[in-house]
């Protein structure tokens, strides 16, 4: 993890990967169509914002592959918060995708963003998909951005940044699962895929940037399995959590690590007092989305006095 340390920000996705040294052999366009072809260029911007005792999705843009679904309220313990799910339209990310998302959360609103299923990166044969998250989230605002896994599968090559500009008086949730693939699909999908190349930037409403974490897995030049990386696990999950300083000293005393052959997790302070970050390894999906959820949990009761509604059993 950076500290304090400017590091230039990709300005959309059509840049991102194309200034990527991890990329630098992937550059050739794919046959079929050319990267951020029609279709293969999409965009989302969301805007939430309070009006009256809930706040509402008020504001949306597409361009397919991208979409979401109408704001939804079954949250039932918070019956005011907007839920939207992202949808794509070609079921996966494909090689030469290049994808922008941009998510805002005015003053004082709430919103949780989902997927509709994990996001599959398909084998390539050329090329990369590449995508950019800019998400803002204003005063005394509050974002779950709870998104399903990522499976990346054989020879694929996949390169995210994300910018989270947060106010202090703020809170996001920021969570984001990678499996190791199609494990039982075929034999070399395990830690078969080329690149998996992430970024996650907060800024505070300053502009000052607070932190910087950059995770960049070849798996094929520098394995994956061994120990002091990911060992015999195969589901890495994160969660970052900005919040004011008091609810991480309570989240935090809350939150102790755990270890087994089967499932590890611990808590941690980010730089700048800028909030905490949650990673758990495990080899079962589930085993890892129910210790994410139980961080959640304890996250959402110090922030905002709510708990989490019973789980939808597709979910579970």
């Not at 592959?65 to 918060?81: I, N």
């Not at 997790?265 to 989305?289: A, W």
């Amino acid at each position: 993890m950076q500290i304090n340390e400017e590091v230039p920000l990709a300005l959309d996705s059509l840049s991102l990967g194309a200034l990527a040294p991890e990329l630098a052999n992937y550059q050739h366009e794919p046959p079929q169509m050319a990267s951020a072809a029609v279709g293969k260029h999409g965009y989302l911007r969301l805007r939430f914002a309070k009006r009256g005792a809930k706040s509402t999705l008020h504001e949306m843009e597409r361009k397919v592959p991208l979409l979401v679904q109408k704001a939804l309220y079954w949250d039932e313990e918070m019956p005011f918060l907007p839920c939207v799910t992202m949808i794509s339209t070609s079921g996966c990310i494909l090689q030469g995708d290049r994808l922008t998302v941009e998510i805002d959360v005015d003053a004082g609103a709430c919103a949780h963003v989902t997927t509709q299923s994990a996001t599959k990166v398909h084998s390539m044969d050329n090329n990369f998909a590449a995508q950019t998250q800019h998400i803002r989230v204003g005063k005394q605002a509050y974002l779950e951005f709870m998104p399903d896994q990522l499976i990346p599968h054989r020879n694929s090559r996949f390169i995210s940044d994300t910018v989270i500009e947060c106010d202090s008086t703020a809170t996001v949730i920021y969570s984001e699962i990678l499996m190791s693939g199609r494990k039982y699909h075929h034999q070399d999908e395990r830690f078969g895929f080329d690149v998996y190349s992430s970024r996650i930037t907060a800024k505070n409403e300053l502009g000052n940037t607070l932190f910087n974490e950059k995770l960049v897995l070849t798996p094929k030049e520098r394995p994956l399995d061994v120990v002091g990386v990911m060992g015999k696990f195969d589901v890495y999950g994160n969660v970052i959590v900005l919040t004011p300083k008091e609810h991480q000293d309570e989240i935090l005393a809350q939150s102790p690590s755990f270890y087994s052959e089967q499932l590890c997790y611990g808590v941690s302070r980010l730089p700048n007092e800028s909030g905490l970050i949650f990673k758990v390894l495990s080899c079962d999906s589930t085993d890892v989305k129910n210790a994410i959820r139980e961080f959640w949990q304890k996250v959402r009761k110090v922030t905002t006095g709510y708990s989490l509604p019973t789980p939808f059993i597709w979910k579970v």
